[in-house]
């Protein structure tokens, strides 16, 4: 999470007390009765594959009601530290942005959950917009509902440059995107987000989506390194299939 291609996983599981597990490869005790998620290991990424990703199986089996796969795409420059428990909000898990100390997706040990990633619309870009890593945050350390929430920010939401946020706990779990239409819970079934909204046929999330419904049909427990081969898929579909996102195409040196 530090930088882009540092990849996180979580799996949730059924039944777990206060709705999260606390992190294989974080050292802090955690709360009571709060078992651990899978985190898989960071691994970096070229950035010429850099894309926000953020693949949700969501009610698709009864042991494992939600498995989430993301990678952040960010600029190296931008200073960020790791996932980690926040000194000032010790009940957050997340990585965290010390531009504007948000964070782009996080855990509450009360089993409150929230995500987000940018709207790519560099014609529409506002330096002087608030920030939105401030949505997950102030999601995270708050009490309002997830609906409640996304209601009150829909209201306000163009303040914003573009977003989409997906917010909630494991067993209801919300959607909002400031360039589409009111909020709304999110369905059971396998769902994708990138910088566009959720479930647009990109192709890279349509990849993604089919390799997380590998993974999700097999009875075993989801293994996290399927999870980031998922996250790390190289391939590179024809310009034909590309959307016009405004980013000018960076084309592999051997194309």
Not at 21 to 34: D, N
Not at 38 to 64: H, Q, V
Not at 135 to 152: C, E, N, P
Request: hydrophobic fraction near 35%; include cysteine; charge should be positive.
């Amino acid at each position: 999470w530090l930088h882009l291609g540092h990849a996180c996983i979580k799996s949730l599981a059924k039944g777990a007390q206060r709705g999260i597990k606390r992190p294989l490869t974080f050292s802090r005790r955690a709360p009571s009765g709060i078992k651990s998620p899978t985190i898989a290991k960071r691994k970096t990424f070229s950035r010429n594959d850099a894309m926000c990703l953020l693949i949700i199986a969501y009610k698709c089996r009864g042991d494992y009601p939600l498995v989430i796969a993301a990678n952040r795409d960010e600029f190296f420059d931008r200073p960020a530290v790791p996932l980690g428990y926040w000194p000032d909000h010790e009940d957050i898990l997340a990585g965290r942005d010390l531009r504007e100390s948000g964070t782009w997706m996080g855990l509450h040990t009360s089993g409150r959950l929230a995500a987000i990633t940018n709207f790519r619309e560099p014609e529409r870009y506002r330096p002087d917009a608030p920030s939105r890593g401030h949505l997950v945050r102030d999601f995270l350390s708050g009490r309002s509902t997830a609906d409640q929430y996304l209601a009150h920010l829909s209201a306000d939401g163009q303040r914003y440059n573009g977003f989409n946020l997906v917010a909630g706990r494991p067993e209801s779990l919300c959607y909002y995107g400031n360039r589409g239409p009111e909020p709304r819970a999110i369905a059971p079934g396998i769902h994708g987000l990138s910088n566009h909204l959720m479930d647009t046929p990109w192709p890279k999330v349509e990849r993604a989506c089919q390799a997380m419904g590998a993974i999700i049909d097999q009875k075993r427990r989801p293994d996290p390194e399927a999870l980031m081969t998922l996250l790390q898929d190289r391939y590179r579909p024809p310009d034909s299939d590309l959307p016009d996102t405004g980013i000018e195409r960076l084309h592999h040196p051997d194309k």
